[in-house]
């Protein structure tokens, strides 16, 4: 069974920086790639980037140059890491298996998701 789980969210401080884990099993890790999301409640969901199986990364408008993903494929793990935390950065933050073999399309196959980690920032 496919399963992610995001994990290192939390109260950050502003103008920290977030470092978020998704660790998968139950697929083969390095043949997919993996997308990062973040939503706030009443929000529509918003992708921040992704990273595919080649090691190719894309980044949307919204992760406004603040957003490295990246991606250990002998832990079966993908990582975010977003800098200068700003106010309007608290959401949930998801990540999802992608299946684009082009980065420029990321966000339309995402089969799996995690269950998503709540991120605060405050001071």
């Known amino acids: 069974q496919e399963q992610l789980v995001e994990s290192g969210g939390g109260l950050m401080e502003p103008g920290g920086t977030l470092r978020l884990s998704c660790a998968t099993s139950?697929?083969?890790?390095?043949?997919?790639?993996i997308s990062w999301f973040r939503q706030v409640p009443g929000k529509a969901r918003e992708a921040l980037g992704c990273?595919?199986?080649?090691?190719?990364?894309y980044y949307t408008d919204a992760a406004m140059g603040r957003v490295t993903i990246s991606r250990d494929n002998s832990k079966n793990t993908a990582y975010l890491q977003m800098d200068n935390l700003k106010p309007e950065d608290p959401a949930v933050y998801y990540c999802?298996?992608?299946?684009?073999?082009?980065?420029?399309?990321?966000?339309?196959?995402?089969?799996?998701w995690g269950q998503g980690t709540q991120v605060t920032v405050a001071s």
């Open positions: 999802a298996t992608e299946r684009a073999i082009n980065a420029r399309y990321c966000f339309v196959t995402n089969d799996f």
């Open positions: 139950g697929f083969t890790f390095y043949y997919f790639g």
């Open positions: 990273i595919i199986a080649d090691g190719n990364t």
